[in-house]
């Protein structure tokens, strides 16, 4: 059993992938605001499906770049090549990575993390993204600890909203459509909606909870088996990690022993698709 401050502590401390190792230096002089920061994480990062603002600057060819980085340390070791000034708001374009939500939220995260803040990753779903669409699109966060007001806050760095409410966590998603209450069939990404994207968010929102930010295309046995595959007593096991994952701080050590022992969570596994678009 953890306290409330050994599990805070936990999310004070860099995970394998939010730790900038050796370029831990370029946090040194980071703005102090979390408006700041998310304009910095910007001008480090391009979101792929903004790519084409930037038409006749990018080098030509390049595309999204999320399978060639993993880790934040991937990231910031590639940023200081493109640019020796390292994280720097006079970034141009052309020296940005492409990179998707995922990556947004975990350099603002690896950022505060640096500051012994609180910080953490969430796996959900964003109908503000698109709210003309009515489609719930996969996306990725960062939560803030707010130590004045002892609570989290939901940010956005790629979209650059702080404080908020719309965002839909993967865990509340699940509840709701296994309450009949939402079309699961309008959550999810490209080709893939429906239930068994939300139970692969799901997943991807426990790993990032335990410091394990997987990216988009891994997960454990879970995240291959399709909702009809389940059986009882495995949707009950979701259920059940969903309501652990209301507050995951008061539940780490079991949403740990769970990760560490339950079969459905064992094998991570994927290979990135090919979304490369195909000619008709």
Known sequence: MLS???????????GKNTDPGEFAHLYAELPESLEDLCDLVKTQLIHPVKAEKYAGV???????????FYTVNDML???????PQGLTMKREPAERLLLSCRFHAMLLVSMMKS?????????????YLTPESGKHYDH????IWNEREARWMSVDPDVKRIDFDEFELARDVWLSARAGEIDPQKYGIHVWWGLGYIVGNLCHDLFANLNNELIYWQGPNLFYKEPE???AEETAFVDRLAHLLKHPEENLAELMRLAAENELLQNIRGTAPDLTPKEE
């Not at 990725?140 to 939560?143: K, L, N, Y």
Request: charged share 35%.
């Open 229 to 231: 595959q389940l059986t």
């Open 115 to 127: 500051r012994g803040v609180p910080a953490r990753v969430r796996v959900g779903f964003a109908g």
């Open 140 to 143: 990725w966060i960062s939560e």
């Open 4 to 14: 409330k401050s050994e599990a805070m502590n936990f999310y004070t401390r860099y």
């Open 77 to 83: 070791k590639e940023l200081v090549l493109r640019n």
């Open 58 to 68: 990018l080098p030509e060819g390049r595309t999204r770049e999320d399978a060639d």
